[in-house]
C-alpha cells in the first residue's frame, strides 16, 4: 500500500474478477454492522504426530463481517497446550494491531479495545498475571506483543 506497483494493480484488478464471480458464495459484508474488531483465536496440541507441531486458527470480525482469518502450523513446537494457545494469542493479536493500523489509514480508527475470545483458562490466566510470566521464559516474546 506504501509504494503500489503495475502488478499490485493487476493483483487488485484479478480480485475484483474473484469477487465479482462469486458475490453469492456467502460471506456478507453489512453497511450497517458496527466497526468495532473483535476476535476468537484456538489452537490444538500437536495436531500432526510427524511434526509435532500445533496448528493456530483465528478469525477477526469487523461488527459482523468476517475481516481476517488465518489457520496455519506454528513454527515451533509448544511444551503445552496452554503455550500452543499462547502463541495462537499472539498471532492473533499480531494481526489485530496490524488491522488497527489499516483501519486508521482508512480513517475508521478504533477507539475501544479489541475484544479477544479464548477457550482456554491458562491462557487468561497468564494474561492476565505478570507475576506468572516468570514461570514461562521461554514464550517471553509472545508475552510482551500480548501487554
Same mark, same amino acid.
Given at each position: 500500500?506504501? /509504494? =503500489?506497483?503495475?502488478?499490485?494493480? #493487476? #493483483?487488485? +484488478?484479478?480480485?475484483?474478477?474473484?469477487?465479482k464471480g462469486t458475490l453469492f458464495y456467502g460471506l456478507?459484508? *453489512?453497511?450497517t454492522s458496527s466497526l468495532i474488531l473483535k476476535a476468537y483465536f484456538d489452537a490444538d496440541w500437536p495436531d500432526d504426530p510427524n511434526d509435532r507441531r500445533s496448528t493456530t486458527g483465528f478469525c477477526i470480525f469487523l461488527g459482523d463481517s468476517l475481516l481476517s482469518w488465518c489457520i496455519k502450523k506454528q513454527t515451533l513446537v509448544a511444551r503445552s497446550s496452554t503455550e500452543a494457545e499462547y502463541r495462537a494469542l499472539a498471532d492473533t493479536t499480531s494481526e489485530i494491531l496490524w488491522l488497527h493500523w489499516l483501519l486508521s489509514d482508512l480513517e475508521t480508527s478504533q *477507539? /475501544? =479495545?479489541? #475484544? +479477544?475470545?479464548? #477457550?482456554n483458562r491458562g491462557v487468561i490466566q497468564i494474561a492476565h498475571n505478570d507475576v506468572f510470566h516468570e514461570k514461562i521464559k521461554h514464550i517471553e516474546i509472545d508475552c510482551h506483543i500480548i501487554c
Open positions: 500500500m506504501a /509504494s =503500489p506497483r503495475t502488478t499490485h494493480y #493487476d #493483483d487488485v +484488478l484479478r480480485i475484483i474478477r474473484y469477487i456478507h459484508y *453489512s453497511t *477507539s /475501544s =479495545p479489541t #475484544d +479477544l475470545y479464548c #477457550d
